[in-house]
């Protein structure tokens, strides 16, 4: 229960509502238990008539000051004719049903619409969350599990913040009053009435151990489930295209099969909970009945056929409250088992975060990289080794090397996404941890390598990169990136809906989309992550020529595996194995005929060949 404790701030936030809730609980309850008391009333009142209609001399001793104050006073009010007494306790009860009924509806509209509340609190704190944190985390959680989390396990902790809590406090109140009229009216009936229940308590303590352990298997593989689901969604051409529909398939089944027979598990063991409650509550309305009969039949003080119905009733209000016990400590279970995944990305600090004393700095665009060294945590691989390079205001660089070779990982430090273990980067002499994170990614922009497009409109996801921004300037972004006349051949032009993560569209359209919402951002720095890859040659040199216009005062930092020979760089920083091999213009560099030399002699060739 200790998991659950991290909602407390919840029921304290609409704590109004809660309170309300349980004073409500009561007052449904308090009339209900009055139900009891007027049947009890009417039955003696019958069988009164009945004997004294057929000349018996029997006189019913039974004393109604064990009944509630306003039970008392209604009884008093009656004149002495069976008949209106029936009559008007009739219409009596049916009025207390009634009001019973609209204190229930009152109690739903609090607790179950806190509990609404609290879901929607939770799901926007975990989303939240999910954004703070690095994205390390990310590379070693699948999305399927983070889905499932803020989704499935939200939704079983809200079954324990609405239902669970409601029949608890109702099962509480029902119990209460039970309890204290019944012993008011009869000790021995209610102790004989009441004895299956250390049996009960028993039976609920040993099935929930079982149960939270079964809910906690269920939950991490409905996680394996769904993230099996959403890989092969998003990866379906993949699979299509190695015709290994077969194979995914079967895999997903097995992951199925292990879901359903631990489901099914479970239902087996609440299909046996269930019926043993029923059976319990049914074991002592027999008991009650067979020994108040017996007190009734000898004559015992107090004994009447009105307290056996006045007890069978309330047994009979006991039997849903106390069989909703296990369904209660079930959900709760479960909660338990959901809340504890939550916390477990909850209570994850993101290690990349911002310093108490970071600062708003406006960057004019110089930057420091000073023996920077990096190694990724999750894999071990040694990406940057003692990296040092320094870029003044407006310069362009260009970062060239193999695959592998740590050009991306550059990128990735730049932007903050992971810091260095050793070494420094500075922004106008500034640490980049001393910062602000969004004030430092808000002035830079970056094309990933790997292109990501939302499931929105071609406008939209350009003004992604500002979105405040006027249609003229996405439509001077689409022209920089020589994308605005194929935007404008699509029916709906800027309007035109891309499919999940752009599947619509080419390779090469996505890249301009995606190198366009950086240019509408209209930044100081900008970072390309061999953002052209997927580019012909033609529209490849349309990009740089208006890159060419638009970065003449900005710090520029393009990384490749491609040299731009039109593209005038300042700075042309070649990496292999995470180290600077060799750094200068590309006249110097094709001077000392070394590892640039080499590439850009196997590009020329390789253009020749293609041409």
């Not at 993560?501 to 061999?530: H, Y």
Request: glycine fraction near 6%.
């Amino acid at each position: 229960m200790t998991q659950l404790s991290t909602l407390n701030k919840y029921f304290w936030k609409y704590r109004w509502l809660f309170f309300l809730g349980i004073l409500f609980v009561i007052l449904t309850n308090y009339f209900r238990i009055l139900s009891p008391q007027l049947t009890g009333y009417v039955v003696n009142t019958v069988i009164h008539s009945i004997d004294a209609g057929k000349g018996s001399t029997a006189t019913y001793n039974q004393s109604y000051s064990n009944y509630d104050l306003i039970v008392r006073k209604i009884i008093e009010n009656f004149n002495d004719h069976p008949g209106n007494k029936i009559l008007f306790t009739g219409l009596i009860l049916i009025l207390v049903a009634v009001i019973s009924g609209f204190f229930m509806f009152l109690m739903r509209q609090t607790i179950i619409v806190m509990s609404r509340h609290i879901e929607y609190d939770q799901k926007n704190e975990i989303f939240k969350h999910y954004q703070k944190l690095d994205t390390a985390f990310y590379k070693t959680h699948s999305t399927g599990d983070l889905m499932n989390r803020i989704a499935e396990d939200v939704s079983r902790v809200r079954m324990y913040t609405g239902p669970a809590i409601m029949y608890f406090i109702n099962l509480a109140a029902v119990i209460g009053f039970s309890l204290y009229f019944m012993i008011r009216s009869d000790v021995k009936l209610t102790l004989v009435a009441l004895c299956p229940l250390p049996i009960l308590a028993f039976t609920i303590y040993f099935v929930n151990t079982i149960i939270n352990k079964k809910s906690e298997r269920i939950q991490s593989l409905l996680s394996d489930l769904t993230t099996n689901a959403q890989e092969s969604y998003s990866g379906i051409r993949v699979i299509k295209s190695f015709v290994q529909e077969k194979a995914m398939l079967g895999f997903f089944k097995n992951n199925s099969e292990s879901y359903r027979s631990n489901a099914l598990s479970l239902a087996k063991t609440e299909a046996i909970y269930f019926p043993s409650m029923a059976l319990l509550i049914g074991l002592s309305t027999l008991i009650t009945i067979m020994v108040g009969g017996l007190d009734v039949v000898q004559h015992a003080p107090g004994a009447t056929v009105g307290k056996i119905a006045e007890f069978v009733m309330y047994i009979q209000m006991l039997t849903f409250p106390v069989s909703a016990i296990g369904w209660t400590a079930s959900m709760t279970q479960r909660a338990v088992a959901s809340q504890k995944r939550i916390n477990e990305f909850l209570l994850s600090a993101p290690t990349i975060k911002n310093e108490p004393d970071a600062v708003d700095a406006i960057l004019a665009g110089n930057i420091t990289i000073q023996n920077a060294d990096f190694t990724y945590p999750h894999t071990g691989i040694h990406a940057i080794k003692d990296f040092s390079l320094t870029i003044g205001k407006g310069e362009k660089i260009a970062v060239v090397g193999k695959t592998g070779s740590g050009k991306s990982t550059l990128a990735q430090l730049l932007l903050r996404m992971y810091d260095v273990q050793n070494g420094m980067i500075l922004y106008d002499g500034i640490p980049v941890h001393k910062i602000d994170l969004a004030h430092l990614r808000s002035q830079i922009s970056y094309v990933p390598q790997d292109v990501f497009l939302f499931s929105e409109t071609i406008g939209n996801n350009i003004r992604f990169g500002k979105n405040d921004a006027r249609e003229e300037e996405v439509a001077t972004a689409a022209r920089q990136a020589s994308i605005y006349n194929e935007i404008n051949s699509f029916a709906q032009g800027f309007e035109t809906i891309v499919g999940e993560r752009g599947v619509t569209l080419s390779g090469g359209q996505k890249q301009r989309i995606s190198i366009a919402r950086a240019l509408v951002k209209n930044p100081q720095i900008v970072i390309f992550d061999d953002c052209l890859s997927a580019v012909d040659g033609k529209t490849e040199k349309e990009i740089i020529s208006s890159l060419y216009q638009y970065l003449q005062d900005k710090t520029a930092i393009i990384i490749t595996h491609r040299i731009f020979s039109l593209f005038s760089f300042d700075k042309i920083v070649v990496m292999d194995e995470g180290k600077v091999m060799e750094m200068g213009t590309h006249e110097s560099l094709m001077a000392k005929k070394g590892m640039y030399a080499d590439m850009f002699a196997r590009q020329q060739e390789q253009e020749k060949k293609s041409g």
